[in-house]
């Protein structure tokens, strides 16, 4: 059975840094694009993130509110999925979700997702 499993959230103050982890299992990694969403309370899940596989050179694209503050990123080799998220802000405050994106042969973005992760929570407060 796929797993995907977060961690790295917490508790930071706004500006600092965390780095999110994804740990991929029971499926071929490297094969798949991969994304995260994050759930702020209260509210409907947010794509945040998405990283293609290396067949379409690890291209990213990212939700305009964290453009040029959150990386993500991917090692194929450790079957885990990154989101170095900088310059927090409270309105970053959500649950982070790993997801694995379903393959599609006419998009290296895939479409929609499979799987899921349980979450990491991310507060950003002072």
């Known amino acids: 059975e796929v797993q995907l499993v977060e961690s790295g959230g917490g508790l930071v103050q706004p500006g600092g840094s965390l780095t999110l982890s994804c740990a991929a299992s029971?499926?071929?990694?490297?094969?798949?694009?991969m994304s995260w969403v994050r759930q702020a309370p209260g509210k409907g899940l947010e794509w945040v993130s998405t990283i293609t596989t290396a067949s379409g050179s690890h291209r990213t694209k990212y939700l305009d509110s964290v453009k040029d503050r959150f990386t993500i990123s991917r090692d194929n080799a450790k079957n885990t999925l990154y989101l170095q998220m900088n310059s927090l802000k409270p309105e970053d405050t959500a649950w982070y979700y790993c997801a694995k994106r379903v393959w599609s042969r006419n998009s290296a973005w895939g479409t929609g997702y499979d799987y899921w992760g349980r979450g990491t929570q991310v507060a950003v407060s002072s």
């Open positions: 029971e499926f071929t990694f490297e094969s798949y694009a």
